[in-house]
């Protein structure tokens, strides 16, 4: 299977720019198509798309958040960070089966 | 506006089963493959199974394979989860989520909890 790796919390001042992490175990790209996606889940709701195949903004999600990376290592931006992104993100590859998800990045409030 | 509305969930005994259901609504549902995805109490999201659009295709975690089906019935926009033989770690909130092809997981329902326990 394929390990996704995040840090576990990350602490960020409303403003600032807030750069998110995911290290995959192995390359999740296919001829140049980057099967790496991103969600946002707040307590107590459902997670949410927020970037799919690396780099494309999901629909509806506001142009601070951006994503980028290849093969293995990913990140998600959100600049500048506002206090409604404050959440879990997580990272999911589709690349092969099972599907697999980081363990989550808890932004914080510095 | 794409919804997914899952039920079925509860308090059931360990070895015991359970069937999910997720009623879709506002795509056209058999278009579209499906997956569940579970998310332990204060933990993160672990996929659970997933099921193409015509039931070609259906994948399954190794932590629940051979315990759980899924499958689906496009007449009705219907995705279920069949759970037998519980065990305490299947206790999670169960999502339904919906995928396009190589694009993550675009839509979620609220989660139903399911809670094995004796």
């Known amino acids: 299977d394929i390990v996704l790796t995040q840090s576990p919390v990350l602490a960020v001042s409303l403003g600032q720019r807030a750069t998110i992490s995911c290290r995959a175990s192995q390359s999740v790209s296919i001829s140049s198509i980057n099967l790496m996606h991103w969600y946002q889940q707040k307590p107590g709701q459902q997670p949410k798309l927020l970037i799919y195949?690396?780099?494309n903004l999901a629909s509806g999600i506001p142009a601070r958040f951006s994503g980028s990376g290849s093969g293995t290592d990913f990140t998600l931006t959100i600049d500048p960070v506002q206090a409604d992104d404050i959440a879990a993100y997580y990272c999911?590859?589709?690349?092969?089966?099972?599907?697999?998800f980081g363990a989550g990045t808890k932004l914080e409030l510095k | 506006e794409v919804q997914l509305v899952e039920s079925g969930g509860g308090l059931v005994q360990p070895g015991r089963s359970l069937k999910l259901s997720c009623l879709a609504s506002g795509f056209t549902f058999s278009n579209y493959g499906m997956n569940w995805i579970r998310q332990a109490p204060g933990k993160g999201l672990e996929w659970v199974a997933s099921?193409?659009?015509?039931?070609?295709?259906?994948y399954y975690a190794d932590t629940v394979k051979g315990r759980f089906t899924i499958s689906r019935d496009n007449a009705k926009n219907t995705l279920y989860l069949q759970m037998t033989s519980l065990r305490s770690e299947d206790t999670a909130l169960y999502y339904c989520?919906?995928?396009?092809?190589?694009?993550?997981?675009?839509?979620w329902g609220q989660g139903v909890m399911v809670t094995v326990s004796s």
């Open positions: 999911q590859q589709s690349r092969e089966s099972p599907n697999t």
């Open positions: 989520a919906r995928e396009r092809r190589g694009t993550g997981f675009d839509y």
């Open positions: 195949r690396a780099s």
């Open positions: 099921i193409s659009s015509s039931s070609s295709y259906i």
